[in-house]
């Protein structure tokens, strides 16, 4: 059976819950045994929706001593002293073994260009660090990659009514790769794979907004070979994280 | 079911019929292999036996072009592609009763008037409904929000020899006005057909209103219908609710 790795999660309660939708550890093994997961890439909501910092460390505090979930901090810039410098938040995701970040422009208030972003992204670059967006948080994407062509950037639910023009951009732009929940226009994936290649996609349910049933069987059933459905389920971003020089 | 779910083999022990699906192509996003061998194929992966399509090109330009299309699909692969006739509110001469002879693989009614730029209410609509209200046949209504639920329940409740599914509504996170109208009237059903929602989407709708009244359906080819197949198979439901929604219920409801 295919190993995964769930790249895209979020643990924690939102402001607005969904009945029945998982937001602690546990409510997450349950699916993700149901599901065939091996891990899951979590972040926090506290981080994302209040405190930076404190929403960072509450998720370091809630998946501790459990090897299913890989941390992913959620970063942004600022020129004032509530954040720490790049540098230094690269030196205490090494403390916690955190391997790839989040960003959230839109929702979190800054631009990408080098300006505002260029001192954050290019350190996370330099450490080989993904850096994972929401598709809607992004705008002008094809700069943001021009910009930055040594950073990794993982776009997360880019939608499937976007396909063409997410597979147009990959097709041009090698430091582009798609997490694949809401990627799930018809066929568009085996046609991403040939002109593409199956390394730029990434596996993820984007939980609790999505389904991890739906985002392993969209990989499982799709018209690919058992190899490249395996990059996708889980040797793509394992080798990213484990590439992660700190 | 389950063990053929994770390892990605079709489901080739259950019956399973999608009771939304699509044929042609939508400007908008690519719909690759929206014909009867893409169709087929992808059923064939996961294990989906019958697949009822409507035609994109019927809902927003020509429904004489659209419905003759699926016709013909219908026709030359009984058994596993079947049609929806798509109403037009433009065209009140449109002979739509034409469409459903014996043996033409023409099952029901698609509905689909926010493409149609009308509601689902408009009175243009009512030769089509009293036309399944005579024959007994399924209505597949597209309903996005709460408004467009209620007007499919007014319907219902106009129509009562009519069967009416309402698209997408039940497994969208606002879904509590469709349960309450569903559990309200004996000809109300729901679809599972979405492209992206919540885990406990299906889970939550079968605690709710009961497997009886859910319907798998797929939106293939306007997405895949890959990730709903094992929505399903995977959900947190006993194999005998499983069973139910993936084609027992659609068995009896379409006459299958």
Known sequence: ?246 | MRAKALEGLALDDVFIFDVHGHADGDPRLPMLDADNLGLISSMDRTGINGCCLSSIAAMTSNPKLGNDYVAKLAKEHPGRLYGYVVPTPYDLDYDVESYFTPSSGMLGFKIHASYQKTFISDPRYYPAYELANKLKLPVLIHSWQGTEVNQVAEMAAKFKDANFIIAHSAVLPYRDSCISVCRKYDNLYVDTAISHTTEDAIPWVVNNLGADKVLFGTDMCFFDCRQNVGKVALANISDADKIKIFGENAKQLFKL
């Open chain 1, 1 to 246: 059976m295919i190993k995964f790795i769930d790249a895209n999660c979020m643990l924690g309660k939102p402001m607005k819950p969904v009945e029945g939708t998982p937001e602690t550890v546990s409510d997450y093994i349950e699916i993700m045994d149901r599901a065939g997961v091996e891990k899951a890439i979590v972040h926090h909501v506290i981080a994302k929706e209040s405190y930076l910092l404190r929403g960072n460390q509450i998720l370091i505090d809630e998946i501790a001593g459990n090897d299913r979930f890989i941390p992913q901090w959620i970063l942004a810039p600022s020129p004032f002293d509530e954040y720490y410098e790049p540098e230094a938040w690269v030196q205490k995701m090494k403390k916690h073994n955190v391997r790839c970040v989040r960003l959230f422009p839109r929702a979190h208030n800054f631009s990408l260009a080098p300006f505002e972003s260029g001192k954050l992204i290019n350190t996370l670059a330099k450490h080989k660090i993904p850096i994972f967006m929401d598709g809607g948080q992004v705008d002008n994407l094809e700069k943001v990659l021009k910009d930055y062509p040594d950073a990794k950037f993982i776009i997360c639910e880019p939608g499937y009514e976007g396909s063409r023009r997410w597979t147009t951009l990959a097709m041009e732009y090698k430091n582009l790769y798609i997490e694949t929940s809401n990627f799930v226009a018809h066929n568009v994936v085996p046609r991403f794979c040939k002109l593409v290649g199956a390394d730029r996609l990434i596996c993820g349910s984007a939980m609790p907004r999505g389904s991890a049933t739906g985002a392993v069987s969209f990989v499982r059933y799709t018209d690919i070979s058992e190899a490249e459905k395996k990059k996708i389920a889980y040797d793509n971003i394992a080798t990213m994280l484990a590439e992660v020089e700190f």
